[in-house]
């Protein structure tokens, strides 16, 4: 179940670059994106992870704290890390990938959100900082 879901990725993250103009998946990432979790997460050699959301998504309040507490209940996830978008339908965590890896942390998702008939795809992963431009005159 692993391999599949790692292959699974990888086309999905090929089939996006090939598909997508980039812009939507840049909203989708912006819409989740928190600097300070992903320091927080980087500091601690943790991995951020971004993945938009394919399904029919209730777009209401009490959906949004459903889904939540499905993802907060994921092995090696931490739980003030997660941000959820209902309106562009992007989800992004942090977790420890000592505790658990990309693949079974995917699959472990995967699996609570198909009570919804909800499916996830990768957008992006952040595992270090990204090196800054300093602009010169």
Avoid: W
């Amino acid at each position: 179940m692993r391999i599949t879901s790692i292959i699974a990725s990888i086309l999905l993250i090929q089939a996006s670059s090939a598909f997508a103009c980039g812009h939507c998946i840049e909203d989708k990432i912006a819409s989740v994106y928190d600097y300070a979790i992903v320091s927080k997460a980087v500091s601690e050699k943790h991995t951020v992870v971004f993945f938009g959301i394919e399904g029919p998504l209730v777009t209401n309040e009490d959906s949004k704290q459903k889904i939540k507490s499905m993802v907060e209940k994921t092995n090696g996830i931490d739980p003030k890390s997660i941000k959820l978008s209902m309106d562009t339908a992007s989800l992004s965590v942090a977790f420890d990938p000592n505790r658990i890896s990309y693949a079974a942390l995917l699959d472990s998702l995967e699996k609570k959100i198909a009570s919804k008939k909800l499916s996830l795809y990768p957008l992006d992963t952040v595992t270090q900082m990204p090196k800054l431009k300093v602009a010169s005159k």
